[in-house]
């Protein structure tokens, strides 16, 4: 994972007499409630020194603790599976376990591991292993329902078992059910986050509205989260077991990646075995199971600033939003948000110029796609008087001109000029490509029989292929291209690829011909494909052109128009492959087919022949070093 710019530093590390506490709450007040598991206590700290102990003699270890408005204390007991509520002066309110309503499941374990409580006094619990998500209870302990389940995800692994294990075998031996939610943060909305240790790393932080419904963007997170917290502004931060601590705004957007862990150097920032992340004002709360210490981060005047712009830009305030964007810029100039703001504010403002060139640093299409749209429209209402009259008066101009130059024959020396240089062999060859269009069949009997097509013009054709492929990447239009700058092209790794491709084919498709009665010689096959290519050669670069001036609106257009490029590409090859080896339509796909695979072979083999090399190359070197030092 890569890291941010510090956005918080380092201030203290504090111990407290716990054993290894596996739960944090801290108040608006900045009352901190701590989870002591090894103590089964809940121990209460004021400025980091301890001022009150609850539970003593109730809880045998407690791994869950909240803390509502009215100071009630909602305690998942990990070790005695029970829940446990706690009024202020630490007397018990209600206690209880396992619920007994039978759509909870005959066969389901409770094992509470933690606990958040909304607004209504609806009780939100983590139960070890539960597939079907977070258990809802009421304060009495009686079973709402389950709430936020994860969906199971199925591996090639589990693919593949299911097609050659029988279904005993298949129940033996695999479950495919959804991983368990491993922590969970109410926000001030009721809003429920959770985060699951196990997942994808794009799901492995969650956002339910209060009906269920997962809200939260696929967005970069760990496999190894342990805790979650979100502020009353909406700021997300959650800790994984390496110490780094993450931090989002509400609508999901990764902001900075900090923190480190602790592998034995001591030094302050660092962690050894986080178990809860909490947040108070300006600092941010890492408890250390291990270390039996609160870790505490301060916020840096860069954090303040992007802070402050994120909290203007999500209530809508962009224009508001914008200086302070544009500070952020002045202490990281790469930091996108910034770039996403203020290309926001340009839209909002109408300055769509500038919003184009914002949204592109942010490499936000969709943005640039909408600026985009709106300055064009802007342009056609500003010249599209102009450019009607200037079309029919070019019109107008090229039929009067048409008219006296039939009368007069001022062309007849260029068109003399032309009908001679078509009698050149590589102008011959150019014009043969446009036979293609009409007769492709005939066209490649022509190859065949060597009474059109050259190598040599061939190999020009292969050259403008490649030329073309590069040209397109620089010119396709920001909006559909793969490249967030030009910069990010490496021209020599197109040119080999696709030189490779073009090898690899003609190679193969002949040497799987001629095993299989092919009648085409080499030659027939380098300048039949050479020549089945010109779909892409002629359309590639135009299309690439068009693309900067459609928008996401028009993708179809887009799509339809490479889609038959193709299309076209690849009939041409298929009718060549039949042609030029005078195979029978099932004959022709059984060789396209094989020469695909005979493809891949090449690849594989040169992969592993890559491999082996480096290698002998590392051990020859190896030996080398170790006669020299010897020497």
Known sequence: MTMTQDAYTPFGEIDLPISGAEDMFVT???????????NGRIAKFKDFQEIASYGEGVLSGPTGVFVDEEGIIYVADGKSNSIVILDQNGNVLNQFGRPDEPLFGKNREFLPRKIAVDARKNLYIISEGSVNGIVQ?????????????????????????????????????????????SNIEIDRQSLVYTITAGTSIWESIRKFTVSGKDIFPGTLGSQTFRDINVSDNGLILAVDADGQIYEYDLNGILLFVFGAKDNGGQRLGTVQNPTAIDRYQEYIYVLDKEKNAVVIFQTTAFAKKVHDGVRLYMDGFYSEAKPYFEEVLNFNGSFIMSYQAIADAYFKAGDYPNALSAYRYAEDRNGY??????????????????????????SMGISIGKRFEKRYGWFDPIRKWFKDLQKRKLVDDFLFMFRFIKYPADSYY??????????????????????????SLYVTGFTFSSYASTSEIRIENEIILTALILFLWNAANYLVSTISDGEGRIKDVIIGSAYSLFPYGLFALPIALISNILTLNEIFIYNFSTQIMWFWTGMMLFIMVKEVHNYSFSETVKNVLVTIFTIVLFVLTGYILYVLFNQWFDFISAVVQEVGLRG
Do not use: C
Not at 447 to 462: A, C, D, P, V
Not at 463 to 468: A, F, K, P
């Open 446 to 471: 022509y190859i065949k029989k060597n009474q059109r097509g050259s190598l040599r013009f061939s190999l020009i054709i292969y050259i403008w292929v490649i030329v073309v492929r590069v040209l």
């Open 137 to 181: 209870m009421n304060t009495i302990g009686n079973f709402i329902g389950y709430f936020g389940a994860n969906t199971s995800q199925m591996s090639l692994k589990m693919i593949l078992q299911r097609m050659f294990l029988t279904e005993e075998q298949l129940n033996q031996f695999i479950k495919n059910e959804a991983a368990s939610p």
């Open 28 to 38: 608006d007040d900045n009352f901190m409630y701590i989870a002591d598991t090894g």
């Open 369 to 394: 796609s909408q600026a985009f749209w709106e300055l064009r429209n802007y342009q056609l209402q500003e010249h599209l008087t102009t450019a009607i009259l200037g079309f029919v008066g070019l």
